[in-house]
């Protein structure tokens, strides 16, 4: 089955970029997306479709992809960031789900 | 506001069923494909099943296929999964989750946890 890689755990600091990146050989061919959860709560889609923005989820929150690697990008990153953030894909009839990154503003 | 509520969760020993319950509102439940997807504790998301919009498509993730079984009554809104044969491993909180077509996976319930342990 298809496996979405991403780093364990990303840090930055206020205000500035923060990039989580999650490779898969199947990001070439299908959609991603990114979901944010912060502790004790339920996921969010902060990310679908690659590039595109719920509505309610804020300009700073962006999406790209490059060959086999789809990037989260969070721009201006404030505290309340701070949370693991998960991407996604399909792979043909199942869903995948990349291991999830800490994402820290120190 | 689109609602999606689990319930059924509980302790069960190995070997076990449960059944879970996910009660929706606030959208055309009968327009949606639904989910169920998974988080052990401390751990990362796990697909689980999804089932189309009218009940006829459905998949399994491989570590639950053949215990595990999804469904959906659209005239009561409401999702269910069928697990059986539990296994340790089965420990997580259960999301009920939507899917629209192109647009990802949202909203998440709240979750409900399963326990499977001795």
């Known amino acids: 089955s298809s496996e979405l890689t991403q780093p364990p755990s990303v840090s930055v600091s206020p205000g500035q970029t923060a990039s989580i990146n999650c490779s898969g050989y199947k990001l070439g061919d299908t959609y991603a997306s990114w979901y944010q959860q912060k502790t004790g709560q339920s996921p969010i889609l902060v990310i679908y479709?690659?590039?595109k923005r719920p509505s309610g989820i804020p300009e700073r929150f962006s999406g790209s992809t490059s060959g086999s690697t789809a990037t989260l990008t969070i721009s201006g990153t404030q505290a309340i960031d701070e949370a693991d953030y998960y991407c996604?894909?399909?792979?043909?009839?199942?869903?995948?789900f990349g291991g999830g990154t800490k994402l820290t503003v120190l | 506001q689109v609602q999606l509520v689990e319930s059924g969760g509980g302790l069960v020993k190995p070997g076990g069923s449960l059944r879970l319950s996910c009660a929706a509102s606030?959208?055309?439940?009968?327009?949606?494909?639904m989910s169920w997807i998974r988080q052990a504790p401390g751990k990362g998301l796990e697909w689980v099943t999804y089932?189309?919009?009218?009940?006829?498509?459905?998949s399994y993730g491989d570590s639950v296929k053949g215990r595990f079984t999804i469904s959906r009554d659209n005239d009561k809104n409401s999702l269910h999964l069928q697990m059986s044969s539990l296994r340790a491993e089965d420990t997580a909180v259960y999301y009920c989750v939507r899917y629209g077509s192109g647009w990802g996976f949202a909203p998440w319930g709240q979750g409900t946890l399963v326990t499977v342990s001795s």
């Open positions: 606030g959208f055309t439940f009968s327009d949606f494909y």
């Open positions: 479709q690659n590039r």
């Open positions: 089932i189309n919009n009218v009940g006829n498509t459905i």
């Open positions: 996604q894909a399909w792979d043909k009839s199942a869903v995948v």
